[in-house]
C-alpha cells in the first residue's frame, strides 16, 4: 500500500497563495489517482481536487475552479495543490488521498482507501 503525508498549510490572509504538498511512499506513486479533500468543522469531507495517474486530466470543485491547481511530479513521488485568491471559506483541514484507478476521476471519499493525516489550512479576513 502507499503512505501519504501532507504538508504545506498554515496561515494566510485572504487573497493569497498558499502551496500544499503530499509526499507518497511505499509503492508506485504513478500507479495512483490523486486527490485532495478537505474538511471544514462541522461539515462533510468534500472533494476539491483531483489528477489522473499521468498528470493529463484534473478535475474541481466548482467552488475552487480557477483559483486551485493540483499537480503532480511522479518521479518525486509528490502531489500539489497550489491555491490562489484564498478565501475565509476555504479554512478547512487538507487531505491528500490515493487509489489504485486507470481511469476518470474519483470524488466521493469512500473511493479513496489511501489517506494522509491532514494539514490545515486557515485563512483569515
Known amino acids: 500500500q502507499v503512505q501519504l503525508a501532507e504538508s504545506g498549510g498554515g496561515l494566510v490572509q485572504a487573497g493569497g497563495p498558499l502551496r500544499i504538498s503530499c509526499a507518497a511512499s511505499?509503492?508506485?506513486?504513478?500507479?495512483?489517482?490523486m486527490a485532495w479533500f478537505r474538511q471544514a468543522p462541522g461539515k462533510e469531507r468534500e472533494f476539491v481536487a483531483g489528477?489522473?495517474?499521468?498528470?493529463?486530466?484534473?478535475d474541481y470543485a466548482d467552488s475552487v475552479k480557477g483559483r486551485f491547481t493540483i499537480s503532480r511530479d511522479n518521479a518525486k513521488n509528490t502531489a500539489y495543490l497550489q491555491m490562489n485568491s484564498l478565501k475565509p471559506e476555504d479554512t478547512a483541514v487538507y487531505y491528500c488521498?490515493?487509489?489504485?484507478?486507470?481511469?476518470?476521476?474519483?470524488?466521493?471519499?469512500?473511493?479513496?482507501?489511501?489517506w494522509g493525516q491532514g494539514t490545515q489550512v486557515t485563512v483569515s479576513s
Open positions: 511505499g509503492r508506485t506513486f504513478s500507479n495512483y489517482l
Open positions: 489528477i489522473s495517474r499521468g498528470g493529463s486530466r484534473t
Open positions: 488521498a490515493a487509489q489504485l484507478r486507470s481511469y476518470g476521476i474519483g470524488y466521493s471519499p469512500s473511493e479513496y482507501p489511501y
